[in-house]
C-alpha cells in the first residue's frame, strides 16, 4: 500500500487545534480530505503507477510558489500528507497561511517514503493551490481599495462542499465573511420583492417571522433605497448601481440618519474597485472570489532524485 489512510484520532493534536483555531470544523477537514483520495482511490485500491515502481525509498520534497500572491490550506495540505503517510511522513518548514510569497519560495517541506509522497502530492495541492488562489484573489481586491475605508465582502456564490474552506481562504486574503448559510441571516432579493408585491412588503414579512435576525435588503434605484430606509432597514445592498448613483445613495443614507450598512454589489471589475469603494459604501461583494478564481500555481519539487 503507498498509503496509510490515517484515522482521525491519530492525526498531531496540534494540527487539529491549528485548524480549529482558524474557525474551521477539523473532522469536516479530515473528511473532505478522505474523499478527495476516495476519488482517487475508490474500494480502497492502490495508485497503479506508483505502486508499479520499483522500491523508491524515502525521499525530501518542497510545495514551492509559482508566482506571487497569498496562500492558504497549507494546513490542509499537511493534513492530506499526514492520512496518507501516518508516522512516516515529517513536514517542515510550512509558512502560515496568509502570508504574501513570490516565486520560488519554500512554503511547505515534505520527507516521507517516495511511493506515499507522489500519491497524496496531488490531492495536498489541489486543496493548496485552490484556497491560495481564492486567498490571492481576495488580497488584489483588498489592496485595490487600501485607503478607502471599504471592506471586500464575499458570498454565497461557492463549490458546493467547499463553503468553509473559501470562507477561510477569503479571511486569509483580508476579506469579510457574508453569511454563511440561508439561516445565520436573512437577505430580500428582487425575487422575494416581486413575490411579495414590493420590495418594503418583503422586508417587513421577514422581520415579522424572524424576530432579532439580522436582514439585508438588496434595492436596485434609489426609491427603493429611500423606501426601505424608511422601514427601517439597516443594512442594504445597492445591486449594479452606477458609481454616480451610489455616491447618491451614501449622501440620502447619512442624510436619513440612519447610519444603515451599505454594500455595493454586481457588475464590478477589479479596475472599477477603487472609485466604487470611494463613493463611501461600507462594503463591496465580489462573487468571484469563490465561484470563479483560478488556481494558485503551487508546485512539488524533490529535491534529490529518489
Known amino acids: 500500500m503507498s498509503i496509510v489512510r490515517t484515522p482521525y484520532d491519530r492525526l498531531p493534536g496540534a494540527l487539529i487545534e491549528e485548524i480549529a483555531a482558524a474557525g474551521l470544523d477539523p473532522r469536516a477537514v479530515y473528511d473532505h480530505v478522505a474523499l478527495a483520495f476516495a476519488e482517487d482511490l475508490p474500494g480502497g485500491a492502490d ?6 515502481m520499483p522500491e523508491m525509498g524515502h525521499a525530501v520534497a518542497d510545495i514551492g510558489s509559482r508566482e506571487s500572491g497569498v496562500v492558504a490550506g497549507l494546513a490542509i495540505a499537511e493534513l492530506a500528507f499526514r492520512y496518507a503517510l501516518d508516522q512516516e511522513v515529517e513536514i517542515s518548514g510550512r509558512v ?12 511547505l517541506t515534505v520527507a516521507g517514503p517516495v511511493k506515499g509522497v507522489l500519491t497524496a502530492e496531488r490531492t495536498a495541492l489541489n486543496f493548496a493551490s485552490h484556497l491560495s488562489g481564492v486567498a490571492s484573489a481576495t488580497a488584489a481586491w483588498v489592496d485595490a481599495i487600501d485607503g478607502t475605508g471599504a471592506r471586500v465582502l ?3 456564490k461557492t463549490l458546493p462542499g467547499w463553503r468553509a474552506l473559501q470562507k477561510y ?7 469579510v465573511n457574508h453569511r454563511f448559510s440561508l439561516v445565520d441571516r436573512a437577505m430580500v432579493k428582487d425575487n422575494h420583492a416581486v413575490a411579495a408585491g414590493g420590495v418594503v412588503e418583503a422586508y417587513r414579512a421577514v422581520v415579522a ?14 426609491d427603493e433605497l429611500r423606501a426601505v430606509l424608511a422601514a427601517g432597514c439597516t443594512e442594504v445592498l445597492l ?3 452606477s458609481t454616480d448613483d451610489m455616491r447618491e445613495a451614501v449622501r ?9 450598512v451599505l454594500e455595493a ?8 474597485a477603487k472609485e466604487v469603494a470611494a463613493t463611501g459604501v461600507d462594503f463591496i461583494s465580489v462573487g468571484a472570489l469563490t465561484h470563479s478564481v483560478n488556481v494558485f500555481d503551487l508546485g512539488l519539487d524533490f529535491r534529490t532524485e529518489p
Open 47 to 52: 495508485d497503479v503507477t506508483s505502486a508499479a
Open 96 to 107: 502560515a497561511d496568509g502570508t504574501r510569497v513570490r516565486p520560488g519560495d519554500v512554503v
Open 154 to 156: 464575499d458570498t454565497r
Open 169 to 175: 481562504a477569503v479571511r486569509c486574503g483580508g476579506g
Open 209 to 222: 417571522a424572524n424576530p432579532g435576525l439580522r436582514v439585508e435588503v438588496e434595492v436596485m434605484d434609489l
Open 239 to 241: 445591486d449594479n448601481m
Open 252 to 260: 440620502i443614507n447619512e442624510a436619513a440618519g440612519s447610519a444603515a
Open 265 to 272: 454589489s454586481g457588475g464590478l471589475t477589479l479596475d472599477r
